[in-house]
């Protein structure tokens, strides 16, 4: 084989990922839109919401001028590359790049996160004084997740944790802390529209009977 014919299917073979890349971010849009219209979340779900990985890190990335930062040094080099290399592959590229990292808002993550296991209305833990003030409920007699403030879990936590949460929720969680790492996911839910409403109503009512325990059954 000429260098001239390697470099040809090299080109082809890029391309082609690039472009199954762009196919793979496009399904993942239009199941975020399936997704909403299926199972719509109100300000009170995004409040009441206990997440297992980092939301923080992944959104930290994905607006403001963090987020148009990375966009633009992704083009920046996706165009250095087109002037070296003459082709359009590179930017096929940027945009199957950029597009998970950017566009993402909390409510898109979260239903993901739900489908993955690793976001939940209400608590994973209950009887926390950290999912005691998340459900606006007395906390001053309860245990803290953290054996100091803010700092590490504290070893009842994670005792009780490990009883609800599993291994597979747990290497989930670190997959969603990366920014797009929801867009990517998404179209494996493409059609679980239905399952997302029953899984979050579920949880709903499972909130609704925690806090109403907690008053001593007043509502």
Not at 147 to 173: C, D, N
Request: charged residues 15%; contains cysteine; aromatic residues 8%.
């Amino acid at each position: 084989m000429t260098p001239e014919t390697k470099r040809l299917w090299m080109d082809r073979a890029t391309m082609a990922m690039a472009v199954a890349g762009l196919l793979w971010i496009i399904s993942g849009y239009v199941s975020l839109l399936l997704l909403a219209q299926a199972a719509p979340l109100s300000e009170a779900d995004l409040k009441s919401a206990s997440w297992l990985s980092s939301p923080n890190l992944a959104l930290h990335f994905t607006g403001g001028a963090k987020g148009w930062f990375w966009i633009g040094a992704t083009w920046v080099v996706a165009l250095a590359m087109l002037v070296v290399r003459r082709n359009a592959v590179p930017l096929i590229g940027a945009l199957a790049i950029t597009l998970p990292i950017y566009a993402l808002d909390e409510s898109s993550v979260m239903r993901v996160g739900a489908l993955d296991g690793v976001v939940r209305i209400g608590c994973y833990v209950p009887n926390s004084a950290e999912c005691l003030q998340l459900a606006g409920l007395p906390s001053e007699a309860a245990r803290s997740i953290y054996s100091t403030p803010h700092g590490l879990r504290a070893e009842w936590y994670q005792q009780e944790r490990s009883k609800t949460v599993s291994h597979h929720q747990e290497v989930m969680a670190g997959w969603h802390s990366v920014p797009g790492a929801a867009l990517l996911r998404a179209p494996f839910f493409i059609t679980s529209g239905d399952r997302l409403k029953a899984l979050l109503a579920a949880q709903r009512k499972e909130l609704d009977s925690f806090k109403a325990s907690a008053r001593g059954g007043k509502a």
